[in-house]
């Protein structure tokens, strides 16, 4: 089987209720952007054929231990996120899948060897890329927020400056998927759940 056509290592969608508790219980400052990235994942699982549930679990995972680590990234997906995960019973693939959107740190461990690892990869900087370009409209609205806007932004390089426009479009060597088209699955994902953003 190539890396094209695994989609996922593993089906662990049925722990999308722990997922909700868990982001009750242990996010603040990350939360929209795990929100975010859980709406992006599903829709990203619908566009490729992948498991709606596992993907959006993987999103809405992926940082849950940013707020307990006050931004150490030397930690970030180690033990604290391993323990995390042992209290809903998360199998090791799920672990697997969240450590490999840390490619500069887990990258040689965890490769970008399936569709959802690299769909999460490429997608985690967006969701938050987007969130940023929502709050300063005026509006602070993510329904006034269109694709050529986002766009736009990603160009300018003093805006949101940490994040890695590298990785974003990464989708287009990763997953043969245009940046627009990428940018357009995850606005439209984001603004189904704008109430739980608070945006």
Known sequence: MTDLLLLEHADYGHL?????GLLEEHTDATKAHLVATGAA??????????NEQTWKVAG??????????????????GDTLEHLLSTIEAPAELLGDIRAHYQHQYGAEYPLDSTLRKCLYCVDELTGFIIAVTLVRPS??????????VKK???DKGFAAQVDREQIRACEEL??????????????????????LDL
Request: glycine fraction near 2%; proline fraction near 3%; hydrophobic fraction near 45%.
């Open 175 to 196: 997953l043969d998927l245009p940046l627009d088209e990428l940018i357009d699955i995850t606005l439209t994902a984001m603004k189904s759940v704008a109430s739980d």
């Open 140 to 149: 602070k609205a993510i329904a006034d927020v269109e694709v050529k806007s």
């Open 16 to 20: 999308l209720p722990a997922a909700h």
């Open 41 to 50: 994942m599903e829709a990203l699982a619908k566009k490729f054929g992948g």
């Open 153 to 155: 932004k990603l160009k």
């Open 60 to 77: 809405m995972l992926h940082d849950l231990d940013w707020d307990a680590l006050d931004k150490d990234y030397e930690k970030h997906c």
